[in-house]
Each structure stands twice: as C-alpha cells, then as structure tokens.
C-alpha cells in the first residue's frame, strides 16, 4: 500500500518527502482553508515540486460544467495534478468528461459501495472512501474498503485504485493495508504517530548509554596504559 499525506501545509510535506515514503498528496477545501494567506495554485504546484506522485486538487463547483472547467484549469498547472470531485452525479458527469481529455480524477466524499463502483465505471483514477467519517457514525469504516475492494477485483476491467482517507489514527493504516486499499492518505501527525514506539525510544537509549560506557571505558584504559 502507497501512502500519500493529506495536508496543504508545505513545512508538513517537505518533512514528510525527506523521509522518502511519500507517493503523492491529498488537498481538500478545508485544509487549504487552513494555510491562511496561500494562493491555492502556487501551493498545488509547490506540492508538484515537491512530490512526484499524483497531487490531488479539488474542484469547488456543484455542476459537471464547472467541475470540468476547473479541472482543465487545474491539471494545466502540472502533469502531476490530479482533480478531485465529489461523489455526486455531476462529479461521475465530470469524471468522464474529463478522462475522455486525459485528466486523472479522484473521486472524493465516498461513504458507500455502489458510489465506488459508479465512480470506478465513469474512469475515477481512485476512489476515496472516508474511513474515519463513517466510524464517526457508528458504522465500520474498514468494512467499506473491504467491500469496495472485493467489488472491485471481481471486475477485470476496474483499475480504479482504493485510496483510504480521513484517517485518524496509525492503527487505520495497517488496517487500511490488510482491507485491500491500494494508498492510505494521512495526516502529517499520524504518519509521525506511525513511527513512534516507546520500545524504540528504550532501546536508542540504552544503546547509545552502552556506547558512552564503552568509551568511557576505552578512555580510561588508555590514560592508564
Ligand atoms: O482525506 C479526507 C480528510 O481530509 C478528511 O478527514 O478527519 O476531516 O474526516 P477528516
């Protein structure tokens, strides 16, 4: 499984590309929101530089005839953009028009199977089922990726990818790895979380003590020879 981080903030995601695991990055309205003051284009072709990997720009418009229009603008900005609509019968209506122009589409605000599906037979590059959303309603956000994915593997011809997002938690990366999505899109704080084990910090710190004891010891044994 691939994973992609799902911010708009730069400092976040020249972090994050310096650790060399990153396959692309995920932006929403909301997350551009937070970045007071940034142009939302030289942001998105800032990303562009930073990631080489499939850069998700969402449309903002609730018709086909808008999202198209902005889509052709935004995958102008960089062979890497991909556009994000929503899971609505415009956004399928935009998915085909734009993939019938070469433009990649990540359909976004997914909370069932069949939208997946619809999605997956108007050309969706990738899905993305919002797992952490649907826990929020008591219902089990791990079981959509699972469905969706075995919908999706009995049809050959369906090459859309399942990218698993609002992810709230490192357990819902290994989780989302195991159900059969194929990318994970994660918040810089829990990929940080991902990497994080008192163990680990217990062990660094009892090598590095041992180390200093040696060559303490090392030291004194030349003073005295
Ligand atoms: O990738 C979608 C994500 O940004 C939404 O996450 O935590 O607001 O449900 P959340």
Redesign the pocket.
Known sequence: MKIYL?TANLGEIREAARWGILSGV?T?P??MAQEEGADFEDTIRTICELVNGPISAETVSEDADGMVREGVEFAGWHSNVIIKVPSTTEGLEAVSRLGRRGIRCNVTLIFNTNQALLAALAGAFVV?P?I??VDDMSYDGMELIREIAEVFDQDPDIRTQILA??I?HPRHVTESALAGAHIA?CPFNVLRKCMQHPLTDRGMASFLADWRKREAAMALATAGS
């Open positions: 799902d995920t929403n909301s997350l993305s919002f952490g959303r997002a609002s709230r899109t």
